[in-house]
């Protein structure tokens, strides 16, 4: 089941704060984030794990709610560099798939 | 350390024939995914390699297969083309590491067109 992202766009001023929130039907097991900039590959920001573990970048946040198996990411005092589509990736099952359902992106857009 | 590497870059097929796209993962990596970017659908799971064996695939039809070799290279197979298969194909290498999916590292994608 993909999961849903919201909002499916967005646009800041540099400075400005977003959160990008990804959503699951189905119990998850863990919650990546990759950012993709235009014509290059995604790039890796975080994993959320169920039980409340991290890994990732050291100037991006985020979160995860079990019980509403969403997670948020945090984007404060963007920079230009932040713009690009940011894409949730849900693993469910215990962890014993390795299969990532990612959802459809959100476009963030930082203008000056 | 050398990323992850796709070739070719771009693919020109004609409905009906064969793609043979290619994956170089990062060294150390024995786990190859692939994904296929069509436009608005996001990155969509198709199929993950790790020590030479298929471990699990995504909801597409058999005629999307692959192998993967003994230096974690790997191929991706796609058969009897039809136009919906254009897309950005993309491959991630990763370590295996039990308990679940590790960090993916993506090369730049193969663009296939199908016309």
């Known amino acids: 089941q993909q999961p849903v992202q919201s909002p499916q766009a967005v646009i800041l001023r540099e400075g400005e704060d977003a959160v990008i929130n990804c959503s699951s039907s189905?119990?998850?097991?863990?919650v990546h984030w990759y950012r993709q900039k235009h014509g290059e590959a995604p790039v890796f920001l975080m994993i959320l794990l169920k039980g409340g573990e991290q890994k990732g970048h050291e100037k991006i946040s985020a979160s995860f709610n079990e019980k509403k198996q969403q997670s948020s990411l945090y984007l404060t005092a963007s920079q230009l560099s932040y713009s690009g589509t940011y894409f949730c990736?849900?693993?469910?099952?215990?962890?014993?798939?390795?299969?990532?359902?990612f959802g459809k992106g959100t476009l963030l857009t930082v203008n000056p | 350390e050398a990323g992850v590497t796709q070739s070719p870059t771009h693919l020109i097929k004609t409905r009906g024939q064969q793609a043979t796209l290619r994956c170089s993962p990062i060294s150390g990596h024995t786990s190859v995914y692939w994904y296929q970017q069509a436009l608005g659908l996001g990155l969509q799971f198709l199929l993950w390699?790790?020590?030479?064996?298929?471990?699990n695939r995504g909801n597409f039809p058999p005629r999307f297969s692959g192998r993967q070799f003994p230096n974690y290279s790997s191929e991706l197979n796609v058969n009897a083309l039809e136009l919906e298969d254009s897309a950005l194909y993309l491959c991630?290498?990763?370590?295996?590491?039990?308990?679940?999916?590790?960090?993916?590292?993506f090369g730049p994608g193969t663009r296939l067109t199908v016309t």
């Open positions: 991630a290498s990763s370590l295996y590491v039990a308990g679940g999916v590790h960090e993916q590292y």
């Open positions: 390699y790790d020590e030479g064996e298929e471990r």
């Open positions: 189905k119990a998850l097991y863990s």
């Open positions: 990736g849900t693993e469910m099952s215990g962890g014993s798939n390795y299969k990532l359902t």
